[in-house]
């Protein structure tokens, strides 16, 4: 082993520390999420070396075993050759085996119809050997990820725990979506995503590629689809992929068992399609339900959609918050003679019940292509069209249960996840093991690419009550699992490590929001960019958040920035990307001169009199008497704002009508002119030196602040600021800085 490469694997080491615990007498059981059904503990341990192989025993694992060869050598530095022939001590073995059974039955889809099977399980034995047998491709797909999950690293060695499973998914749809309409998603972010979807079984992702904002999906036969895209949340626009990309996209994901499930946006949320082609995609409040033309044109995206994603079964057709202008276009009169709701004699009477033959024409044209309809619940409930399209339910109140005594086929889609929520226990409902719940999924609403990659794609915690909702694990170890699986799929998904550090005065604070996962700095930021030690390759990267590439930028040293930049890099061997793309948005604020070195006095108040009253009583901070002190506790140092005095944070302080002092030298190494800025809820007065320069009653939030002049003497300086709450919130904040405003150099804070 080179040093270089026994760098890397000490890095690696240290990485998986914890991950999987050695048990003095014996192995300890890895932690796989999802929980396996079954799974019995050996005695020892497989060793995986440089030696090892991949033994591939049916053509059609070619593909896969290439991924699991590049997996492993990710997680390893082993570059194992696949064979398909002679297993020997050592190897990876994987096959297909149609005669394994799951020992329950699960509800999935077959020849366009939704019924029960014993299909999909996978069985994993490891002796001298590790063998995946899967009942086909995907199921293999499924038992690598746990042999992925179970890799032991310890002194500088790699094995497999000695062990035999047996797995298969409760049932069919454990799935995750991700708002391609709304926020610009690279195909970059997309495969971190299928990676991540990978490494916990969840076995689909649905792309939503529009919306009213935007609209990302390519057309041949519309190609003026997505050139009126706007933005959300502040976020960037949706773009268009390519044919091409979303043709890898599709096999890339198939190569790791997991199946992209489009979506297509009717008849509302719409806007994105209807404003290039308004005649055609556009209408009165939605989609203009009774125009044929309309069928015409859903029927070719539908189909230009499906001849790109074709291994996942299923087709979305959105039908959220689409219940204005249904039935009110120029032609619905006309349309409702001619069309009956489906096995109904009965001419269409209304626009609710043109809807409902919306849902029909959609579900027939998903079938056409060789779908099955999924769409969101706030559709018509006409149990008509239960044999035809599957409700994904997120509505409080058991509606669940309603869908499922009517005799639909549901999907549960939690808002929030109760202390036993399960595909079975959500949003209210409690639904028994005999209904037909064909899984669960999770919705990425709005998210940013780099909030995608740094936080969604990696937490498919929900997988595990999907794949199997009896799963006796708390959430305390299934957080615990999942934090012990955080650094190897980030290796898996993203191989570039960001690590960044404060300089030259500089702070670095980490937001995360559900729209946004961004650092804010002020001063200097250091960016190091790492890959493990990996060998032969290079780290490329950018600033101005386009896609890297070989030509890119090559990483040699910490990059130091003093400004806002989107940082993304990404790993190359020869010319070729390796993993998906490592991104990061760094948001530079000026925060120079934040005091966060407080002594604290109070709180002080006078029966009879208001907050804004008590501006003008004096209390003994500012007559200089004696007063009791306590020290200021900054807020976490991931805070955005530690520097924020929040006086409901310390006993006594709650409540309207009270007065509370904050005190703190301030060291000038000359005399000179300075500026004070003040932020305070409710009204301040600041004295520099004893003296009064400064005040303001009002009542207002602290994210204003007022700019104080003020001149230093040499040495040490009194700052004392009096901050009286009116009502509600109570809290202050300020810095110092130059007269020009800007750093005071050798400025020193003391609280004493």
């Not at 520390?17 to 999802?34: H, K, N, Q, R």
């Not at 919306?358 to 044999?387: Q, S, V, W």
Request: proline share 6%.
């Amino acid at each position: 082993m080179n040093s270089q490469l026994r760098m890397w694997v000490l890095g690696l080491l240290c990485g998986f520390s914890g991950l999987v615990a050695v048990a003095a007498d014996g192995v300890a059981t890895p932690p796989i999420v999802p929980t396996p059904k079954s799974i019995k503990m050996g005695q020892g341990q497989m060793p995986l070396t440089a030696q090892s192989r991949i033994v591939v025993m049916d053509p059609q694992l070619e593909t896969h075993a290439a991924v699991l060869a590049q997996e492993l050598w990710l997680l390893t530095g082993w570059k194992l050759e696949t064979v398909k022939l002679d297993p020997k001590p050592g190897d990876i073995v994987l096959k297909i085996d149609a005669a394994i059974r799951a020992d329950e039955s699960i509800l999935a889809p077959s020849n366009l119809q939704i019924g029960r099977t014993q299909d999909m399980a996978h069985t994993i034995s490891i002796t001298d050997k590790a063998v995946v047998a899967g009942w086909d491709t995907r199921a293999v797909c499924e038992g690598t990820a746990t042999i992925l999950q179970s890799i032991v690293a310890k002194d500088g060695a790699f094995s497999l725990p000695q062990m035999t499973i047996k797995d298969w998914p409760h049932a069919d749809y454990s799935g995750t979506m991700v708002d391609c309409g709304r926020q610009w998603i690279p195909v970059s972010t997309l495969q971190a995503l299928v990676e991540c979807c990978r490494y916990f079984k969840v076995r689909y992702i649905q792309l939503h590629v529009g919306d009213d904002q935007g609209y990302s999906m390519p057309s041949k036969a519309f190609p003026r689809m997505g050139t009126g895209n706007g933005s959300c949340c502040e976020g960037v626009p949706p773009k268009v992929w390519t044919w091409e990309e979303l043709e890898e996209l599709e096999a890339f994901a198939a190569a790791r068992g997991v199946g992209i499930v489009p979506e297509l946006e009717t008849p509302g949320h719409h806007q994105a399609m209807g404003r290039p082609y308004r005649d055609l995609f556009d209408g009165p409040g939605c989609m203009d339900m009774a125009s044929e033309e309309l069928y015409l044109g859903l029927d070719t995206v539908v189909g230009e959609m499906c001849k790109i994603f074709k291994s996942a079964p299923y087709f979305c057709i959105g039908c959220d918050e689409a219940n204005n202008g249904t039935g009110a276009g120029p032609w619905a009169e006309v349309y409702k003679r001619r069309h009956a709701i489906p096995n109904d004699a009965q001419s269409v009477r209304n626009g609710n019940e043109i809807y409902v033959v919306h849902m029909k024409r959609m579900a027939d044209i998903c079938r056409k292509y060789g779908k099955l309809t999924i769409a969101y619940e706030n559709f018509p409930n006409d149990t008509r069209l239960k044999n035809d399209i599957i409700p994904m339910i997120w509505y409080p109140h058991a509606v669940a249960q309603q869908y499922q005594q009517q005799g639909w086929t549901t999907i549960t889609v939690p808002w929030t996840e109760e202390h036993d929520w399960n595909m079975y226990v959500c949003n209210g409902s409690r639904l028994s093991r005999s209904d037909r719940v064909l899984g669960a999924s999770s919705m990425m609403w709005q998210m940013s690419a780099v909030c995608v990659a740094n936080g969604w794609a990696q937490n498919q915690r929900r997988s595990e009550r999907t794949w199997g909702p009896d799963s006796k694990l708390d959430n305390a170890d299934l957080q615990r699992r999942m934090e012990a699986n955080r650094s190897r799929v980030d290796r898996l998904a993203m191989p570039v490590k960001m690590e960044t550090e404060g300089v030259a005065g500089g702070r670095v604070i980490r937001l995360q929001h559900f729209l946004t996962c961004r650092q804010i700095f002020g001063g200097q930021l250091k960016v190091i960019l790492s890959c493990a030690g990996l060998s032969g390759g290079e780290i490329r990267y950018t600033t101005d958040d386009s896609e890297p590439t070989p030509e890119s930028l090559l990483y040699k040293e910490p990059l130091v920035f003093e400004k806002t930049f989107v940082l993304n890099s990404a790993f190359f061997v020869d010319g070729h990307q390796i993993g998906a793309v490592t991104r990061a948005k760094y948001d530079w604020n000026d925060i120079v001169g934040y005091i966060e070195d407080w002594k604290i006095s109070g709180p002080y108040t006078v029966d009879g009199k208001s907050g804004a009253e008590l501006f003008d009583v004096a209390f003994a901070p500012e007559k200089e008497e004696p007063a009791t002190w306590i020290p200021f506790v900054p807020l976490r140092e991931d805070s955005t704002v530690p520097w924020m005095v929040e006086f409901d944070r310390y006993k006594g302080f709650t409540g309207d009508a009270r007065v509370a002092y904050l005190k703190c030298d301030v060291f000038s190494p000359k005399p000179q002119p300075a500026l004070v800025f003040v932020g305070t809820d409710d009204g301040v007065k600041v004295f520099m030196n004893g003296k009064p320069v400064h005040g303001v009653n009002a009542g207002r939030g602290v994210t204003e602040e007022d700019r104080v002049a003020v001149t230093l003497n040499e040495g040490w300086n009194q700052l004392l600021i009096k901050v009286n709450n009116w009502t509600g919130g109570y809290a202050a904040k300020a810095r110092v800085r130059s007269a020009e405003d800007g750093r005071l150099e050798g400025l020193k804070i003391r609280a004493e």
